[in-house]
């Protein structure tokens, strides 16, 4: 007879809601709303000892999912849609050929996603440079993955290693990190694992194509007449920029100014209002409005007909992304990172791999990177600032945000938030996404480990 403990175990109920999420995703074709939302109420019924009850407990979760990402996803559905109907993606997309190339227009877009990465959160990122690449794959034909997963590598090495990114921010205030210090080690960390990650795109690409998709916000005879227009018939360079550049240089002024702790005053202020990122996106869409205004002459109904295509498509993301916020936040209710934590605690004496271990099983228990980065930084702050190490906790540090990258999948609401704002399948983002993630999680370790032998900066 199976003991109730062994039932309640964190390691028991993760094995339990995988089994349901992925089975039902995969092996019985339920929509990934309801598999994902099965799979939080077993969790969350398997989960003893909370207070609140087990549908109030999943609505909270699913409410905090929606509450940080709806607006956001919304606004970038809007966004996208009104910069391919508009021409201004077709626009940047003949500018940054002109610059760069063909052969190097993929890697623009992976030095590109890093560098914004490092200000804005992933997710912002993804929502503003996907229709950039929907719209370079239609005017070249190929490449439409390899864009995709440049756009990944560069903005999700960015978040878990550069601060003012909430998780490196939380790790250099716990290990005691100058800041500075981990700012420059993980920029250039994050240089060789993107490059790493590129690496593998090519070969992705190559193994894999997938081809761009219809969809309601980006239809390919829209994307394709855009691509059809004179350039007299597109909008300016600096206007079709705005909505991207409004929220991108918001966002940073804000960031700016919090990291500096700069004086209260009536421009501060304001400059943190707009700064907000729930406030920058929505200037963003409204800039996106006014400039598919201007170039279609379209009237109140046709604007209407615009913003319920994009707020349509927007609302199955904000749907499913919620669903997997959801799962994820059952998991982390399970004790599952406590559980993993205790497991590594007899452990030390290799503390970079095991920092970077730390990180990844819980990244992949339950599905938050910040979590990880936040737990594996937690549980080992004491032996960074006590431990007499050989090297400096700098590379602590770095190993715990390159751990943080290992597995993304269905319970993280940014592994849906990719899939669905690229189109991409569930079974083709495991097979390419995680990979790619995983190799330059391991591509940075290796790093770190070379680095801490022979440059420990002590």
């Given at each position: 007879m199976i003991s109730s403990a062994f039932i309640t175990d964190p390691l028991f109920i993760l094995f339990v809601g995988v089994v349901i999420v992925v089975g039902g995703i995969i092996g019985l074709k339920l929509h990934p709303f309801?598999?994902?939302?099965?799979?939080?109420?077993?969790?969350?019924?398997?989960?003893?000892?909370?207070?609140?009850?087990?549908g109030g407990r999943i609505a909270a979760e699913f409410g905090n999912t929606s509450g940080k990402l709806g607006i956001l996803i919304a606004m970038a559905a809007i966004i996208g849609k009104c910069m391919l109907e508009s021409g201004a993606a077709e626009r940047?997309?003949?500018?940054?050929?002109?610059?760069?190339?063909?052969?190097?227009?993929?890697?623009?877009?992976?030095?590109?996603?890093?560098?914004?990465?490092?200000?804005?959160?992933?997710?912002?990122?993804?929502?503003?440079?996907?229709?950039?690449?929907?719209?370079?794959?239609?005017?070249?034909?190929?490449?439409?993955?390899?864009?995709?997963?440049?756009?990944?590598?560069?903005?999700?090495?960015?978040?878990?290693?550069?601060?003012?990114?909430?998780?490196?921010?939380?790790?250099?205030?716990?290990?005691?990190?100058?800041?500075?210090?981990?700012m420059i080690g993980g920029f250039l960390l994050g240089l060789l694992t993107i490059?790493?990650?590129?690496?593998?795109?090519?070969?992705?690409?190559?193994?894999?194509?997938?081809?761009?998709?219809?969809?309601?916000?980006?239809?390919?005879?829209?994307?394709?007449?855009?691509?059809?227009?004179?350039?007299?018939?597109?909008?300016s360079l600096w206007f079709s920029l705005l909505p991207v550049l409004i929220p991108l240089v918001l966002i940073c002024t804000n960031t700016a100014l919090t990291s500096t702790a700069a004086a209260p005053g009536g421009i501060v202020r304001i400059l943190?209002?707009?700064?907000?990122?729930?406030?920058?996106?929505?200037?963003?869409?409204?800039?996106?409005?006014?400039?598919?205004?201007?170039?279609?002459?379209?009237?109140?109904?046709?604007?209407?007909?615009?913003?319920?295509?994009?707020?349509?498509?927007?609302?199955?993301?904000?749907?499913?992304?919620?669903?997997?916020?959801?799962?994820?936040?059952?998991?982390?209710?399970?004790?599952?990172?406590?559980?993993?934590?205790?497991?590594?605690?007899?452990?030390?004496?290799?503390?970079i791999p095991l920092a970077f271990l730390v990180a990844a099983v819980v990244r992949t228990a339950q599905g938050s990177a910040t979590v990880a980065v936040i737990t594996a930084s937690g549980m080992l702050s004491g032996m960074a600032t006590h431990g007499h190490l050989a090297y400096h906790p700098l590379y602590l540090g770095l190993a715990i945000g390159c751990g943080s990258k290992l597995v993304p999948w269905m319970n993280d609401a940014g592994f849906w938030v990719v899939c669905k704002i690229s189109n991409l399948t569930e079974g083709e983002a495991l097979k390419t996404i995680a990979p790619m993630q995983t190799i330059m999680g391991i591509a940075g370790l290796i790093s770190v480990l070379i680095a801490a032998r022979f440059l420990p900066l002590i």
């Open positions: 309801l598999a994902l939302l099965l799979g939080a109420l077993v969790v969350a019924i398997m989960t003893p000892g909370s207070t609140k009850s087990v940047i997309v003949r500018s940054l050929l002109k610059l760069t190339g063909i052969d190097k227009a993929p890697i623009a877009f992976l030095a590109g996603s890093f560098f914004i990465g490092i200000p804005v959160f992933f997710d912002t990122v993804i929502f503003l440079m996907v229709p950039l690449a929907k719209a370079m794959t239609m005017r070249i034909g190929k490449n439409y993955l390899l864009f995709i997963l440049a756009i990944m590598a560069g903005a999700s090495m960015a978040n878990s290693l550069v601060p003012p990114a909430p998780g490196p921010l939380f790790l250099v205030g716990e290990m005691q990190i100058p800041i500075g210090m981990m490059s790493a990650g590129y690496l593998f795109a090519l070969y992705a690409n190559r193994r894999w194509p997938i081809p761009l998709r219809d969809s309601l916000d980006a239809r390919l005879e829209d994307i394709r007449a855009a691509s059809l227009r004179e350039d007299k018939q597109l909008p943190k209002f707009l700064g907000d990122k729930y406030i920058a996106l929505g200037a963003g869409g409204a800039a996106a409005l006014v400039l598919l205004a201007r170039q279609r002459r379209t009237d109140r109904q046709g604007m209407t007909a615009f913003v319920q295509a994009a707020l349509m498509s927007g609302g199955a993301i904000i749907l499913i992304t919620a669903a997997g916020g959801t799962f994820g936040g059952m998991l982390q209710q399970s004790g599952i990172s406590a559980r993993i934590a205790h497991l590594t605690s007899d452990y030390q004496m290799t503390l």
